[in-house]
């Protein structure tokens, strides 16, 4: 066993199926309330940005206590202390434990409500929170909706007159840009806030062209394409909001490629997109992430 997995065997974070327990999840949501996640464990880091379900936890329990007052966290007994990276976090109180177990059930119970009293609307995705998650954090640049056009002067070599060319229409407009409450629908916030910390990039060597974060595209068909591609097999993971964790479209590319295209069509909507490769021990582990939007089209005149 090499030192990489024994530390993580042995950490204080995690329990006996390699899932965070409830002082990593307690720590990771300290440092979300207080924005010290830069002091965050490399260990713990790695683990969450791999493990969606966990995230989602993590998130879940944020809700609940993110409007409580953070001076309760301070001195805190992980990150206030001299000597960071090699003592333990004591484990949790009861009282602690408690209070997860309390944050979960709450979630539940109004989940549940909210399920019953929305009739036939689309059900939440399982473990993400109905109420978004610090939206002002993460505001979307303006969507511009300005035509291209071509204009210029045209000069007659007979009498020199100048005559103004007329400005011609290149590409059709988009139909409608979508509105900043439809496109906040669209947000996963925990995800947002990993791609803003790390940006499209994770990997060392390869470095993703297109599509960069929050690209607005037109074609409902795209590529992917990205330089110092790895000698590794792929694997391009496409998913939204609605989409549970085990329906995502998964493409597998062949190493050394250096550019992908999808051979499915999109719907307008925000995409989000994680590039991983594979181990040895079969585990995948993140390369690259981002997001995109397909905007609506131009309808044609009948």
Do not use: C
């Not at 969606?52 to 007994?77: A, C, G, M, Q, W």
């Not at 909706?145 to 020199?160: F, H, L, P, R, Y």
């Not at 992917?224 to 597998?252: C, G, H, M």
């Amino acid at each position: 066993m090499n030192e990489n997995n024994m530390m993580f065997k042995q950490s204080v974070f995690f329990d006996e199926n390699h899932e965070l327990n409830d002082t990593g999840i307690l720590l990771y949501v300290d440092a979300l309330r207080l924005k010290r996640e830069n002091e965050l464990p490399d260990i713990l880091v790695e683990h969450v940005a791999n493990s969606e379900n966990d995230l989602k936890r993590i998130y879940e329990y944020y809700e609940f206590v993110k409007d409580d007052d953070i001076s309760e966290l301070t001195p805190h007994p992980f990150f206030d202390k001299s000597s960071q990276s090699n003592t333990p976090i004591k484990a949790l109180g009861n009282g602690q434990i408690l209070k997860i177990a309390a944050a979960i059930l709450l979630l539940l119970g109004v989940a549940y409500i909210v399920s019953i009293m929305s009739g036939d609307n689309p059900d939440t995705p399982s473990g993400i929170s109905n109420k978004a998650m610090d939206a002002d954090k993460f505001p979307l640049p303006p969507i511009t909706t300005e035509t291209v056009e071509d204009s210029g002067i045209a000069v007659n070599n007979n009498n020199q007159e100048q005559k103004k060319v007329v400005p011609q229409k290149k590409l059709p407009a988009f139909e409608e840009v979508f509105s900043q409450t439809e496109l906040q629908a669209m947000h996963m916030p925990y995800i947002d806030r990993l791609i803003e910390r790390s940006g499209n990039n994770r990997s060392e060597s390869l470095q993703v062209l297109y599509p960069l974060v929050d690209t607005e595209i037109l074609d409902q068909k795209l590529s992917f394409r990205w330089k110092n591609p790895i000698q590794d097999s792929l694997y391009l993971e496409v998913f939204t909001k609605d989409t549970e964790a085990t329906d995502r479209k998964i493409y597998k590319i062949a190493p050394k490629d250096s550019i992908f295209v999808l051979s499915s069509l999109l719907k307008p909507f925000l995409y989000y997109w994680e590039l991983k490769k594979k181990q040895d021990s079969g585990r995948k582990t993140l390369v690259s992430r981002g997001r995109f939007l397909i905007q609506k089209r131009k309808r044609r005149k009948k």
